[in-house]
């Protein structure tokens, strides 16, 4: 059902969805790891 | 003699025919803070919106009128000076709501934050912020998402019917990535992923707006519009004091994750969106902006530990980590004050913040500065040449990058990646050449400089309603240049100085 909801674009809801997660999944795995070496260069 | 006038008018008329329906276009955006301020009873406002759709909507048919037989069919130059043309426009038009309301001191402030808005930049010089009627907020907020994906791209996205000239005015604007074959779709495209993240960024700031002790409707229109700004790398706020003013972590990592992810290219959202999702991590530009913040970041917070500006990791990392990124992805959130920057950072940490913001976001994205896409071209092409020199006489040597495909580097990508490089360094120098001679300590003038050149917004106080008007000028030049990315003004100036020439 999801999938058919089109927008006059090749890209459904399901597609949306998951593009989404993965940038703020991404985003977030960068913010740690800057995050990390920031905690890393506060103890030295 | 009258055959030549014939040729020079219609070339004009199709100039003034596109700009006079995107002179349409934005009379139309100024019915969403006229209808807010309806919704809130803010009548004197009503009025100012009113008086800006007037006269705009009698600019835009005006122009349609007298240019109604202009050519469909418009050349490169011509898109190009409808370009620079209507964003200028823009700006002397959209500042009609805001100097009535009276938050401005005078119409050369109401423009500057107007481009500063289109640009997404975000420095300000209304006053008053945290007493502005709703209607106005709503329009600041509302310039900066329409400037971050272009009002050229709205205009073609739902004004235009496939004109044959429709993708020369889009890269006029600074976008050159074709997310589907047709331009039309494509723009369709951008708007589609700025309204999706629109409406989720907005429900979980609002959320969590609500969370920080905000009452429902304030926290409502807060999310909103702080996520219009993040989303745009646009930095404005509804508030005097930025993000410091929600004094919470949760607010500011929210908005960054979100300013961060506008900070993309369009282009990789849709190669995500439509399920290559290896991509955000192969692609060009997210390995360069990854390499480059955390370099940057690693450099301004050794500084500032040095320093013990900040006493523990958790200040650390919101205050000066936070302030790396908002300028690295040209945003502007600030979560300490103007001052503190020269203040209290060191050199070293003021450099990588001015470095950062320099370098700025992705190309085809909300964001400005250099782009990602063009340092790591300048990277690659370092490597490439360690590598010729040290392989033997008779070998090839190909360097590769990848954006959406593998693409090999040839001479010409280098080639526009340096000359736009080099013009907005030079660009810089100038402007802080002029902060300087206007009596601007250097280190001030150079971050302030940097700020409105890469359409950033972060400011250390040389922003203010009583700076010299000709620094004004200069910055509302530096922004839109900056945000057009040189060409479209440069035709735009050498047409101009041709024709008062003839």
């Known amino acids: ?44 | 003699m009258s055959s030549t006038f014939i040729i020079r008018f219609q070339k004009l008329s199709t100039v003034g025919l596109y700009t006079g329906r995107v002179m349409l276009v934005l009379a139309g955006i100024m019915v969403v803070p006229l209808i807010t301020s309806l919704l809130f009873g803010e009548l004197p406002i009503v009025l100012d919106f009113l008086v800006g759709i007037s006269i705009t909507s009698i600019v835009g048919f005006s122009l349609l009128l007298i240019c109604g037989r202009g050519s469909r069919d418009i050349s490169w130059t011509q898109s190009m000076i409808v370009v620079s043309l209507s964003w200028l426009l823009a700006m002397i038009l959209s500042a009609i709501p805001y100097y009535l309301s009276g938050y401005w001191r005078s119409y050369l402030d109401a423009m500057f934050d107007v481009m500063s808005g289109f640009t997404t930049t975000g420095l300000v010089l209304g006053q008053d912020l945290d007493h502005m009627p709703y209607g106005i907020n709503m329009w600041r907020h509302l310039l900066t998402w329409i400037g971050g994906q272009g009002i050229i791209v709205l205009a073609l996205s739902f004004f235009t019917k496939g004109s044959p000239g429709a993708f020369k005015l889009y890269v006029g604007e600074g976008k050159d990535e074709r997310l589907q074959p047709n331009v039309i779709n494509t723009t369709r495209a951008i708007w589609y992923v700025s309204v999706v993240y629109l409406f989720v960024g907005t429900f979980i700031l609002w959320i969590t707006g609500i969370f920080v002790g905000l009452p429902v409707i304030k926290a409502l229109f807060h999310g909103l519009w702080i996520f219009m700004a993040a989303w745009s790398t646009g930095g404005f706020a509804p508030q005097s004091q930025n993000v410091i003013y929600y004094h919470s972590r949760v607010y500011e990592i929210i908005t960054m994750i979100f300013f961060i992810i506008g900070s993309f290219n369009f282009n990789l959202h849709w190669a995500v969106w439509t399920g290559n999702r290896k991509e955000i991590y192969r692609n060009l530009e997210t390995v360069t902006f990854s390499i480059t913040a955390t370099v940057l970041s690693t450099i301004a917070i050794w500084e500032l530990s040095k320093l013990n500006v900040y006493p523990d990791a958790i200040s650390l990392l919101s205050r000066g980590y936070y302030s790396i990124l908002s300028a690295h992805t040209t945003t502007g959130f600030m979560t300490i004050y103007a001052r503190q920057f020269v203040l209290d950072w060191g050199p070293l940490a003021l450099m990588a913040i001015t470095v950062a913001m320099l370098f700025g976001g992705s190309a085809s994205s909300t964001a400005g500065g250099f782009k990602a896409v063009r340092v790591g071209v300048a990277f690659k092409t370092v490597i490439y040449e360690i590598k010729r020199l040290l392989a033997p006489e008779r070998a090839v040597i190909v360097e590769k990058i990848h954006m959406g495909r593998d693409i090999v580097l040839e001479d010409r990508y280098v080639r526009i990646a340096l000359t736009i490089i080099f013009l907005y360094t030079i660009s810089w120098f100038i402007l802080t050449f002029i902060t300087n001679a206007c009596g601007y300590d250097l280190p001030s003038s150079m971050f302030e400089s940097a700020s409105a050149i890469g359409n950033v917004g972060l400011s250390c106080g040389v922003t203010n309603p009583d700076m010299p008007s000709i620094l004004k000028v200069a910055y509302i030049l530096g922004m839109w240049i900056g945000r057009l990315e040189f060409m479209a003004v440069f035709v735009f100036i050498g047409e101009f100085i041709r024709t008062l020439r003839r």
Not at chain 1, 1 to 9: H, P, R
Not at chain 1, 13 to 18: A, Q, S, V, Y
Not at chain 1, 28 to 39: A, D, H, Q
């Open chain 1, 1 to 44: 059902m999801l999938k058919k909801i089109q927008f006059n674009l090749p890209v459904n809801f399901l597609d949306t969805f998951k593009g989404m997660i993965t940038e703020i999944i991404g985003v977030i795995i960068l913010i740690l790891i800057g995050s990390i070496i920031i905690f890393l260069i506060s103890k030295i």
